[in-house]
Nanobody
Framework: VQLVESGGGLVQPGGSLRLSCEASRSIFNLYGMIWYRQAPGQQRESVAR??????TNYTDSVKGRFTLSSHDPKTVYLQMNNLKPGDTALYFC?????????WGQGTQVTVSS
């Protein structure tokens, strides 16, 4: 399974970005997925996850600002609104298929004025 993230960039505080995670085959409807992020010098943290049934949950710091959506089993979107400098990080998508972990290469999000 290959995962490719896109949609990152430089945005001012309060701005929005939409990240995409595209898989090489239809898996999200079977295994769900998780968005992680890692800021420089920080540990990787889970930001948002979607189950195969479409249920979502978010880490407290992004609740009300980030929204996951998926309209086909190969693509998941992370809509990020009201971005803050603390959201600056490399964002990764991840899926676990049985005991195998798959990661994308990441997409950089920088929030700065």
């Amino acid at each position: 399974v290959q995962l490719v993230e896109s949609g990152g960039g430089l945005v001012q505080p309060g701005g929005s970005l939409r990240l995409s995670c595209e898989a090489s085959r239809s898996i999200f409807n079977l295994y769900g997925m998780i968005w992680y992020r890692q800021a420089p010098g920080q540990q990787r943290e889970s930001v948002a996850r979607i189950t195969p049934f479409g249920d979502t949950n978010y880490t407290d710091s992004v609740k009300g600002r980030f929204t996951l959506s998926s309209h086909d089993p190969k693509t998941v979107y992370l809509q990020m609104n009201n971005l803050k400098p603390g959201d600056t990080a490399l964002y990764f998508c991840h899926v676990r298929v049985f005991n195998d972990d798959y990661w994308g290469q990441g997409t950089q999000v920088t929030v700065s004025s």
